[in-house]
């Protein structure tokens, strides 16, 4: 079988319109993180009765990761549709490998509400970088900033 990068895009954005549809459910990513915790600790004979005060923070880290990975992604795919010499050296930044390994994997949970703004101020500004060129509007990339932003900021 064979997994390409298409088919977790097509999957997280089946998960993503799942949750929109259904906001009072649990989030499925999140809630099979859950499942198979229990099961693991089930497994190796770990009892969950008792646990450390910072754990339970550990779970909202999660979340909040999975925010800022959504938002660098759509961040991204508009950046890539701008062309080069429209770019601010902002959004060239976010081209950038490291741009993505700072922001994501870098963050540390008490930076993440900074982070998750600081991206999202970028997305706003390609937004208004894709307004003024003209066509650039109707295309997936915008539709897909557009609507993100509508729905997390």
């Given at each position: 079988?064979?997994?390409?990068?298409?088919?977790?895009?097509?999957?997280?954005?089946r998960?993503?319109?799942?949750?929109?549809?259904?906001?009072?459910?649990?989030?499925?990513?999140f809630?099979?993180?859950?499942?198979?915790?229990?099961?693991?600790?089930k497994?190796?004979?770990?009892?969950?009765k008792?646990?450390r005060?910072?754990?339970?923070?550990?779970m909202?880290?999660?979340?909040?990761?999975g925010?800022?990975?959504?938002?660098?992604?759509?961040?991204?795919?508009?950046v890539k549709s701008?062309?080069?010499?429209?770019?601010s050296?902002?959004?060239?930044?976010?081209?950038?490998?490291?741009?993505?390994t700072?922001?994501?994997?870098?963050?540390?949970?008490?930076?993440?509400?900074?982070?998750?703004?600081?991206?999202?101020?970028?997305?706003q500004?390609?937004?208004?970088?894709?307004?003024?060129?003209?066509g650039?509007?109707?295309?997936?990339a915008?539709?897909i900033?557009?609507?993100?932003?509508?729905?997390?900021?």
């Open positions: 079988m064979n997994l390409s990068e298409k088919t977790l895009y097509d999957f997280r954005a998960i993503y319109q799942y949750l929109i549809k259904h906001p009072e459910q649990e989030d499925l990513i809630g099979q993180f859950l499942n198979l915790t229990r099961i693991f600790a497994e190796a004979g770990i009892s969950m008792e646990q005060m910072d754990f339970t923070m550990f909202s880290n999660i979340k909040k990761a925010r800022i990975a959504l938002a660098f992604d759509v961040l991204y795919r508009a701008i062309p080069e010499d429209r770019l050296e902002n959004l060239k930044e976010v081209l950038n490998p490291e741009f993505k700072e922001v994501i994997h870098k963050t540390k949970p008490s930076e993440s509400e900074s982070r998750l703004e600081m991206l999202l101020n970028l997305c500004e390609a937004k208004e970088t894709i307004e003024n060129i003209p650039l509007e109707k295309s997936d915008y539709r900033l557009t609507r993100f932003l509508s729905e997390q900021a």
